[in-house]
């Protein structure tokens, strides 16, 4: 679980996501509230991304899913590089 959590907090820095919410922070005067929406969403993709996760798992070997996953951010960083 220790290892989820690191990994997770790592990719999640300076992430899109975070902007939004620092954004969202400025805009509006309850915190609390902006913080509660963003965990309630955040709950709500990862528990899609585990439901989808497991079933495409259950039908493809591991090996496959990580060069796909390594291919498609490979694919998606080269884009965002030509974009900027």
Known sequence: MATSFSLVILMELCDKTQFAVIALAA?????????????????????????????????????YVKKATA?????????SLQVH
């Not at 291919?71 to 884009?79: D, G």
Request: hydrophobic share 65%; proline share 0%.
């Open 27 to 63: 805009d509006f005067s309850s915190l609390t509230l902006v913080f509660i929406d963003m965990i309630l969403a955040f709950l709500v993709i990862t528990r899609i991304g585990i439901f989808f996760g497991a079933k495409f798992l259950k039908r493809l070997l591991i090996k």
């Open 71 to 79: 291919a498609l951010f490979i694919s998606l960083e080269l884009f």
